[in-house]
């Protein structure tokens, strides 16, 4: 059961900003969004998250709608090394409940 | 130093053996994890621990045993392994307030033959 849905793949061009969208809009108000990445054979990485104000750190920025129900990544000055595969994923923020991860966005990053 | 280590980081075996990965995290974390990715490269969560106490156990079949004899180690035991265990396993850390994110180590590629 998805509960959030995201774009299959996406390009950006290297420093350029990258938009990568989500829809989560079944969310519950104690529910965070949470971003992670997955370099190709690594394991996944945290980037940002979130509840409902817009969050920024060194990796990256994160927009969530007034309403909650969608939310945006953005990497503002993406590189090569930022190609990977990019998951939204909402979830309470208890240890009883676990990080599913979905299918993802494959952003590929073009010189 | 490597935050969340997993050995070995390949495993070929036969089916039927028996087989162990481990993990170890130096982050001081209270909660581990195990997942499993496949073939089609879904994550999906095994299990997780919270001061060594088995708190989430997904539907995995009763060959994969985990193990934590203290915080800081989650091992992954696996009995008559099987063609369909074949997949890269991932071991992860994170505070109980899992605010600043799971730590995920680098994977075990298992190759059961």
């Known amino acids: 059961d998805a509960k959030t849905t995201q774009p299959p793949s996406m390009d950006c061009a290297e420093g350029r900003a990258a938009n990568l969208p989500c829809n989560h809009s079944?969310?519950?108000?104690?529910?965070?969004v949470y971003w992670y990445r997955q370099i190709h054979s690594q394991g996944p990485q945290y980037i940002i998250h979130g509840l409902k104000n817009n969050e920024t750190n060194e990796m990256a920025s994160l927009i969530i709608t007034e309403d909650r129900k969608s939310s945006t990544l953005i990497l503002p000055h993406a590189t090569l090394r930022d190609t990977a595969v990019y998951y939204c994923?909402?979830?309470?923020?208890?240890?009883?409940?676990?990080?599913?991860f979905g299918k993802g966005t494959s952003l590929l990053v073009t010189p | 130093d490597t935050a969340v280590s997993q050995t070995p980081k390949y495993l070929v075996t036969q089916m039927g053996n028996d087989k162990s990965i481990k993990c170890e995290q130096n982050l001081g974390h209270d909660t581990m994890y195990w997942y499993k990715q496949d073939s089609k490269k879904f994550l999906k969560i095994m299990f997780s621990y919270n001061n060594k106490e088995l708190i989430i156990n997904e539907t995995v079949p009763n060959r994969f045993s985990p193990k934590s004899p203290d915080k800081a180690h989650l091992n992954l035991h696996i009995n008559s392994l099987e063609l369909g265990d074949s997949a890269v396993y991932f071991c992860?850390?994170?505070?109980?307030?899992?605010?600043?994110?799971?730590?995920f180590g680098s994977g075990t590629r298992l190759t059961v033959v």
């Open positions: 994923i909402v979830r309470v923020d208890d240890s009883g409940y676990a990080l599913n």
């Open positions: 992860a850390s994170s505070w109980t307030e899992t605010n600043y994110g799971y730590t």
């Open positions: 079944t969310i519950s108000g104690n529910e965070y």
